[in-house]
DNA sequence: TTGTACGCGTTATCAT
DNA sequence: ATGATAACGCGTACAA
């Protein structure tokens, strides 16, 4: 024991008067023991001020105490919410959380994360859209007996293996909004067809318009792929058009806010020009001037919940976590919606 | 082996006809191996597509593959930044990163950082600002013998510690720009008293103004704390002088930000009637509307050198990897900055 | 240059 | 309810 200092369990164990099992059950505790004995093990941990060693936990139960965040995400400000939220989750745990960003165009992506998965053998792994959506990533978990929560803009898998939002009802809620003001030239600002969120987001967006008996053409929907750049192109196609759309509502707040800076561009003025709403709910849009009308999406609490899931069977039935999987998305009215101008 | 399909170490050797040791030299890259074995054994494992097993060797190591991000950060984007550069120096090897961020507020805070590096066994921790400017938590690295590399606004460490930028040099840079532009009723938005990097860019502009000879009333000076609402607090503060400065001075991006939506707030137009300059260079800078001037902080390439530097004495003399210490701020030029209207 | 025996600190098996 | 002993997979003396 004094070789390197810190006290092994079998100080403890030496220490106490039992064997080494014995401390470890009390470790685990494990159900099967004696009050006693129990007390007297914990009197000398806390004494000794033993800490179990993870390294040798994990080489004998062939698992870390580790979460992993498999992502591959263009929104920076989402992945740090989402870290919020599991690290919120695991604080005070002596779990960790190990942070992988993967490449999902690379050919060898179900590869990589199998390496990953196997070198590491976490705990369990959430994984954040767009690539949660590529249900081979799953099977890659399942075959490795590796837990793990996906997070998406719907339901696409299991409860207990899915944290999800309505993106698609939102959105009608939000394209409602706009039409109740008196908006019928409405443009949207798509996202890449590969992500899921995308196709929830146009397919509230279309329902909406649907719904309000609002013929849609084809020239108000412009494509972007959530980034600023994208944004800023796809918005100058829309209010290239004559006439001009008197709203637009851009999938992300990203691109709403390129689209505001387009307007702004041409001397347009937000929102007597033009409305506005995004969808996400960042920094951004309550920090640019006008304040924007955008979607919360509350990811913090996604990414701790689904961290919790993940956690469920070790803490077992004493907190008996039931997490919700669907997280509604709300409507948040700022200042970048307004009616149309008379006439326009 | 073919109890849970993996083959170990064991397998490798006993195929290959050689012993463990023989397995493990070849693993860990020794030097004094003949060639002829190396090949041998290095054949055995790619056809048994033999991986080492991370957790024993971290048993017997006594260290993990494991790089720790240390951080008590309010600026989410920053530690994205932080993250994607290190994320990338550690790509492709087998290291993975864990990201760890604490209460710099805390009593607990030290014994938190000790307890979690005990129980790591992290191979090397990276530590952003502004826990990075405590020195104790350098000392608790030390103590534990766990490298470290700490980042900031200024030197503060060892080269083989730190990674710095020169904060004051380039806000003089800054605020000269002002000065030649016909400004000089200039207001500084200051950071957070604790903050190293705060007193930094201070320096820099009570240097630039006093070089110009130019006198600071203490009213230009308003405090912030980093956070897009106290800038909005103290950018009402500056605007409410009479008469007021024609240029402001922000210690970090989120605080020009609130700056601009504070002039804008109150009709004012940017950059007619205030100039405004930033610190950071993270993506709202260029995305609001006028796009921001600000300094461009290379904090995707310290965080990527910090991590080299972490792993320096892994990679040995192979790759030799002098990495700088000093990064240099620019100052980005874009349209919230104008010469002071006339008269004014 | 290579092999043997043992240590790293924990959990699992199977007794009692 | 508790204990002796064998894994877990790899690295290191030290010997050969």
């Keep these: 024991m004094e070789k390197t200092g810190k006290p092994t369990i079998n100080d403890v164990a030496r220490i106490a008067g039992v064997s080494k099992k014995t401390v470890s059950r009390v470790i685990n505790r494990s159900p099967l023991l004696n009050q006693d004995t129990r007390a007297r093990v914990e009197a000398v941990i806390a004494e000794l ?10 080489l004998a139960l062939r698992h870390n ?73 799953a099977d890659v978990c399942n075959d490795l007996g590796t837990r793990y929560v996906r997070m998406g803009s719907t339901a696409l898998d299991a409860p207990e293996h899915m944290v999800a939002s309505n993106d698609s009802d939102v959105v009608v809620e939000a394209v ?12 949207l600002i798509a996202g890449p067809h590969g992500f899921r969120s995308a196709r929830e987001r146009r397919k509230g967006f279309e329902q909406a318009l649907s719904e309000a008996g609002i013929k849609l053409p084809r020239s108000l929907i412009a494509d972007g792929n959530y980034t600023f750049e994208s944004g800023l192109a796809a918005a100058d196609r829309l209010l290239d ?79 008996a976590v039931e997490e919700p999987s669907l997280f509604p998305s709300t409507l948040i009215h700022r200042a970048s919606v307004a009616p149309p101008r008379a006439g326009s």
């Design 65 to 137: 105490f580790l979460l992993g965040l498999i992502h591959d995400n263009p929104n920076a400000q989402m992945v740090m919410n989402v870290q919020a939220g599991i690290l919120e989750a695991i604080r005070d745990t002596e779990f960790e959380l190990i942070v992988r960003p993967i490449d999902r165009g690379s050919s060898t992506m179900l590869a990589d994360v199998r390496a990953f998965l196997e070198r590491q053998r976490l705990y369990g792994v959430l994984i954040l859209p767009p690539v949660s959506e590529n249900d081979m990533l």
């Design 241 to 319: 058009l004559s006439p001009r759309p008197t709203a637009i509502f851009a999938s992300n707040d990203e691109m709403a806010a390129a689209t505001l800076h387009a307007a702004r561009r041409r001397g347009m003025s937000v929102p007597e020009d033009l409305s506005i709403i995004g969808f996400d709910d960042t920094a951004i849009a309550s920090h640019i001037w006008p304040p924007m009308t955008t979607v919360h999406w509350p990811i913090i609490s996604m990414g701790r919940s689904a961290a919790l899931k993940l956690l469920a069977d070790f803490f077992g039935d004493d907190q």
């Design 176 to 187: 409602n909004h706009l039409i109740s003001l008196g908006h019928s030239r409405i443009g």
């Design 49 to 58: 001020g033993y800490v179990p060693n993870v390294q040798a936990r994990a």
